[in-house]
Nanobody, 122 residues
Framework: QVQLVESGGGLVQAGGSLRLSCAAS????????MAWFRQAPGKERDFVAS???????NYANSVKGRFTISRDTAKNTVYLQMNSLKPEDTAVYYC????????????????WGRGTQVTVSS
Protein backbone atom coordinates (compact mmCIF):
# COMPACT_ATOMS: atom_id res chain seq x y z
CA GLN A 1 0.00 0.00 0.00
CA VAL A 2 1.20 3.49 -0.84
CA GLN A 3 -0.18 6.69 0.60
CA LEU A 4 0.26 9.95 -1.30
CA VAL A 5 -0.27 13.48 -0.02
CA GLU A 6 0.00 16.50 -2.31
CA SER A 7 0.79 20.05 -1.25
CA GLY A 8 1.91 23.35 -2.73
CA GLY A 9 -1.13 24.38 -4.73
CA GLY A 10 -2.55 27.88 -4.63
CA LEU A 11 -3.48 31.00 -6.56
CA VAL A 12 -0.90 32.56 -8.85
CA GLN A 13 -0.94 35.11 -11.65
CA ALA A 14 -0.24 34.11 -15.22
CA GLY A 15 3.49 33.87 -15.81
CA GLY A 16 4.16 32.89 -12.23
CA SER A 17 5.51 29.69 -10.71
CA LEU A 18 4.47 27.06 -8.20
CA ARG A 19 6.12 23.91 -6.91
CA LEU A 20 3.91 20.98 -6.00
CA SER A 21 5.09 18.25 -3.67
CA CYS A 22 3.85 14.69 -3.27
CA ALA A 23 4.92 12.91 -0.10
CA ALA A 24 4.75 9.14 -0.32
CA SER A 25 4.65 6.57 2.45
CA UNK A 26 4.18 2.85 2.58
CA UNK A 27 5.92 0.41 0.32
CA UNK A 28 9.30 0.92 -1.31
CA UNK A 29 8.96 4.31 -2.94
CA UNK A 30 11.98 4.02 -5.20
CA UNK A 31 10.57 1.08 -7.14
CA UNK A 32 7.37 2.87 -8.08
CA UNK A 33 6.69 5.01 -11.11
CA MET A 34 5.26 8.40 -10.13
CA ALA A 35 3.13 10.80 -12.10
CA TRP A 36 1.17 14.01 -11.94
CA PHE A 37 -2.27 14.38 -13.49
CA ARG A 38 -4.67 17.28 -13.52
CA GLN A 39 -8.40 17.68 -13.83
CA ALA A 40 -10.25 20.87 -14.64
CA PRO A 41 -13.98 21.22 -13.86
CA GLY A 42 -16.08 19.24 -16.31
CA LYS A 43 -13.05 17.68 -17.99
CA GLU A 44 -11.27 14.36 -17.88
CA ARG A 45 -8.20 13.71 -15.79
CA ASP A 46 -5.19 14.40 -17.98
CA PHE A 47 -1.59 13.25 -17.81
CA VAL A 48 0.91 15.98 -16.96
CA ALA A 49 4.27 14.35 -16.22
CA SER A 50 5.83 11.13 -14.99
CA UNK A 51 9.11 9.88 -13.61
CA UNK A 52 10.61 6.56 -12.73
CA UNK A 53 14.32 6.86 -12.35
CA UNK A 54 16.20 10.16 -12.45
CA UNK A 55 16.36 10.62 -16.22
CA UNK A 56 13.30 8.61 -17.16
CA UNK A 57 10.78 11.42 -17.43
CA ASN A 58 7.85 12.12 -19.72
CA TYR A 59 5.73 15.24 -20.21
CA ALA A 60 2.49 16.19 -21.85
CA ASN A 61 3.08 18.43 -24.85
CA SER A 62 1.08 21.21 -23.21
CA VAL A 63 3.58 21.52 -20.34
CA LYS A 64 6.84 20.54 -21.99
CA GLY A 65 9.48 23.20 -21.41
CA ARG A 66 7.50 24.81 -18.57
CA PHE A 67 7.08 22.02 -16.01
CA THR A 68 9.76 19.81 -14.47
CA ILE A 69 9.14 16.63 -12.52
CA SER A 70 11.73 15.33 -10.08
CA ARG A 71 11.97 12.96 -7.16
CA ASP A 72 13.94 12.82 -3.93
CA THR A 73 14.13 9.17 -2.99
CA ALA A 74 15.64 9.93 0.42
CA LYS A 75 12.62 12.07 1.27
CA ASN A 76 10.09 9.85 -0.53
CA THR A 77 8.85 12.93 -2.33
CA VAL A 78 8.06 13.84 -5.91
CA TYR A 79 7.98 17.44 -7.08
CA LEU A 80 6.41 19.29 -9.97
CA GLN A 81 8.01 22.64 -10.66
CA MET A 82 5.62 24.70 -12.74
CA ASN A 83 6.89 27.84 -14.46
CA SER A 84 5.32 30.26 -16.91
CA LEU A 85 1.88 29.26 -15.69
CA LYS A 86 -1.13 29.95 -17.88
CA PRO A 87 -4.82 30.25 -17.00
CA GLU A 88 -5.41 26.97 -18.83
CA ASP A 89 -3.18 25.24 -16.26
CA THR A 90 -5.91 25.81 -13.67
CA ALA A 91 -7.00 22.43 -12.30
CA VAL A 92 -6.81 20.07 -9.38
CA TYR A 93 -3.43 18.37 -9.57
CA TYR A 94 -3.14 14.76 -8.47
CA CYS A 95 -0.13 12.63 -7.65
CA UNK A 96 -0.28 8.97 -8.63
CA UNK A 97 1.94 5.91 -8.45
CA UNK A 98 2.18 2.42 -9.89
CA UNK A 99 4.62 -0.44 -9.95
CA UNK A 100 6.55 -0.79 -13.16
CA UNK A 101 7.03 1.62 -16.02
CA UNK A 102 5.50 5.04 -16.35
CA UNK A 103 2.38 5.32 -18.50
CA UNK A 104 0.03 8.15 -19.36
CA UNK A 105 -3.34 6.47 -18.77
CA UNK A 106 -4.76 7.33 -15.35
CA UNK A 107 -6.62 4.02 -15.14
CA UNK A 108 -3.29 2.20 -14.96
CA UNK A 109 -2.18 3.91 -11.77
CA UNK A 110 -2.86 2.10 -8.52
CA UNK A 111 -2.52 4.82 -5.90
CA TRP A 112 -3.72 8.40 -5.82
CA GLY A 113 -3.51 11.41 -3.60
CA ARG A 114 -6.49 13.63 -2.86
CA GLY A 115 -5.27 16.47 -5.04
CA THR A 116 -4.24 20.09 -4.64
CA GLN A 117 -5.90 23.04 -6.36
CA VAL A 118 -3.89 25.24 -8.70
CA THR A 119 -5.56 28.42 -9.93
CA VAL A 120 -3.87 30.71 -12.44
CA SER A 121 -5.42 34.14 -12.89
CA SER A 122 -5.10 36.13 -16.09
Amino acid sequence: QVQLVESGGGLVQAGGSLRLSCAASGRTFSSYAMAWFRQAPGKERDFVASIRWGDDTNYANSVKGRFTISRDTAKNTVYLQMNSLKPEDTAVYYCASRRGTTVTAPALYDYWGRGTQVTVSS
